[in-house]
């Protein structure tokens, strides 16, 4: 297993909710700001958002904002993504990602240092 281990995904239907979780194995990455991306079939890996450090702070894409929830707990060592309202558009790999260079994980860069083995989500309508 990598330094994040995702768990969660699944099939829902659609309207329905769905909790990602991303645990990290090394210590160090509770200071360091957390993004979630998600790939779907035959697109580009789209960032939906992330969460700073420390201060929890959390930025979400237009495309998700309202509807999922970026969350942390620090005593776990783990991110959540909770997926509310979701739509079968939402079908996609997810990935956690993250970095030391905090900025970039904000930002949503592609290049991040550490991610996640992918979680399944497919929305049925």
């Known amino acids: 297993q990598g330094p994040l281990v995702e768990s969660g995904g699944g099939l829902v239907q659609a309207g329905g909710s769905l909790r990602l979780s991303c645990a990290a194995s090394?210590?160090?990455?509770?200071?360091?700001?957390m993004a979630w991306f998600r790939q779907a079939p035959g697109k580009e890996r789209e960032f939906i958002g992330a969460?700073?450090?420390?201060?929890?702070?959390?930025y979400y894409a237009d495309s998700v904002k309202g509807r999922f929830t970026i969350s942390r707990s620090v005593p776990e060592n783990t991110v959540y993504l909770h997926m509310d309202s979701l739509r079968p558009e939402d079908t996609a790999v997810y990935y956690c990602?993250?970095?030391?260079?905090?900025?970039?994980?904000?930002?949503?860069?592609?290049?991040?240092?550490?991610w996640g083995q992918g979680a399944q989500v497919t929305v049925s309508s």
């Open positions: 990602a993250t970095d030391s260079r905090g900025s970039r994980v904000i930002e949503g860069s592609p290049s991040l240092s550490y």
């Open positions: 969460i700073n450090w420390p201060g929890g702070d959390t």
């Open positions: 090394e210590r160090a990455f509770i200071t360091y700001p």
